[in-house]
């Protein structure tokens, strides 16, 4: 079959690691010969990259994929395509409940797109969830940005939080080796990116399924290694990862932290309780105690650090009095950002089947009380910004107003200020803070940094 002139389509739900698994399968699509289409109704192939986390990603992903299915009826060569954590955990169930799909396949199969697709290509049906070994990422993403661009250092996660379907969907912890790790940098360096993310759904847990052991008896191979290693790769001026797990949240992780002048200022710890009974009952293996003391170390090495985190209200029997523990770390630390989500049972995990799930008015009351206290301490931290001069990295056009460019500080906030995408894209700017909001900032550019590679 030629496929020449044909397009192809991805709509991705869910966390920064499917958008990086999109990245790549767009990359091999487009090795493929496919073409992006902006439109889906105009796709020969289409891929749904879904996420089990919200309910309402999941009914999104249903019902785009009703109107595509009916689509098929007329073109029957169309190809429709299920990946993603959606894929993993309803497998055939999806091909009973949409029988015009023509690929379902979990996370972990995403470097082999093209070997399924030819299969499909070929007259099958496929579904592909069962565990594999995740092949080095030997294709070329397609990445979105010019800018930045997401680094996979480690596949799925051996913890086992009550709530949480990532263990089950994207199987055990697999850890790229350094050296691939860091020649995929090193390509992105070439290419002119500027910033780095290095992704993980528990990047502390980098390494450990690595051989080698130090004669202290340390793994040769930790998360702090791996930023020794790959910091100084020429061209990448911002290093950024992400997502920490204060279990395994180390003072030798921060002291790099602070010594690599590329590692950004900016620490994504999830907490997801203030309350030692509801951290234990969701297995996260700390207390908020042990929270509040890698946060102040961070803060003793770097004052001027952002925190962000993810935090979940409504777990099956918190009550009142644990809910407000909550209230008060978030109060106590101030974050700059933080994610928030009132629980929602997941199907397959431990919490999803027990008593005392509560009632949906009580956890939308204690979201909404816990999203006030959020903006009233981010706009908080903002205020520090006001007046200072802040290093952006500009990534884009400000989609409200054209005649402004946008960027982040090293510290992960939004930034707009007045100048030309053309000839600003992947620069860094001196910008001087003239107005704060809770989530973002606006200034005025002092200074264009002329970045030499070396
Ligand atoms: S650390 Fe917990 S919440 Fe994070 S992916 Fe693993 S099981 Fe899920």
């Known amino acids: 079959m030629t496929i020449s002139h044909r397009h192809y389509h991805i709509t991705t ?24 289409s902006e439109d889906p109704n105009q796709a020969d192939v289409i891929l749904y990259n879904t996420c089990t986390i919200r309910d309402n990603a999941e009914q999104k992903v249903y019902s785009y994929l009703g109107r595509q299915a009916k689509r098929k009826h007329e073109q029957p060569n169309l190809t429709l395509v299920v990946a993603g954590c959606v894929a993993q955990q309803e497998g055939e169930a999806l091909l009973r409940r949409v029988p ?29 969830t ?12 397609r990445r979105d940005s010019k800018v930045t661009a997401w680094v ?15 263990p089950s969907v994207r199987g055990v912890e697999q850890s790229r080796t350094p050296e691939a790790i860091r020649a995929e940098i090193e390509e992105l360096g070439r290419q002119g990116y500027k910033e780095i993310t290095l992704l993980g759904q ?62 950004c200022e900016h620490f994504h710890i999830p907490f997801q309780s203030g309350d030692n009974e509801v951290l234990k009952r969701m297995a996260r293996g700390y207390t908020h105690e042990k929270y ?11 004052p001027d650090a952002a925190i962000s985190a993810d935090a979940i209200v409504g777990f099956p029997t918190e009550t009142e009095a644990q809910f407000e523990n909550t209230l008060k770390l978030v109060e106590d630390i101030g974050f700059d950002q933080l994610n928030t989500a009132a629980y929602s049972p997941r199907p397959g995990t431990p919490a999803a089947v027990w008593e005392d799930q509560l009632s949906e008015e009580v956890k939308s009351d204690r979201l909404q009380r816990l999203n006030h206290l959020v903006a009233i301490k981010a706009a908080e931290r903002s205020q520090r910004y006001m007046g200072r001069l802040e290093e952006v990295l500009v990534e884009d056009q400000n989609p409200k107003d054209k005649t402004q460019v946008m960027g982040r ?43 030499v590679s070396v």
């Open 292 to 302: 509040r003391r890698i946060i102040n170390t961070i803060r003793d090495y770097m």
């Open 202 to 263: 528990n990047i502390d847990a980098y390494g450990r399924d690595l051989p080698g052991v130090t004669p202290e008896g340390r793994h040769q191979h930790t998360f702090t290694d791996l930023l020794y290693y790959i910091h100084d790769v020429p061209g990448v001026e911002r290093i950024r990862f992400a997502t920490s797990h204060p279990r395994y949240f180390t003072e030798r992780l921060i002291r790099a932290c602070a010594e690599l002048p590329k590692v």
């Open 13 to 36: 739900f869910g966390c920064q690691m499917n958008k990086a698994d999109s990245e790549r399968m767009a990359g091999i699509l487009e090795d493929m010969g496919f073409e992006w």
């Open 100 to 128: 015009e799909l023509d690929l379902v396949m979990g996370p972990q199969h995403a470097n082999r797109l093209k070997d399924l697709l030819q299969q499909v290509f070929d007259g099958n049906q496929i579904v592909a």
């Open 409 to 451: 500080t090293r510290t992960n906030r939004l930034t707009f200020f007045t100048g030309d995408i053309h000839e600003l894209k992947g620069k860094l700017v001196k910008v001087k803070i003239t107005e704060v909001r809770a989530f973002s900032l606006t200034g005025e550019p002092v200074e264009v940094r002329e970045i």
């Open 152 to 166: 996979n250092i480690i596949y799925g996660c051996n913890e086992r939080c009550t709530y949480c379907v990532v």
């Open 130 to 141: 069962e565990p594999i070994h995740i092949i080095e990422d030997i294709t070329k993403p």
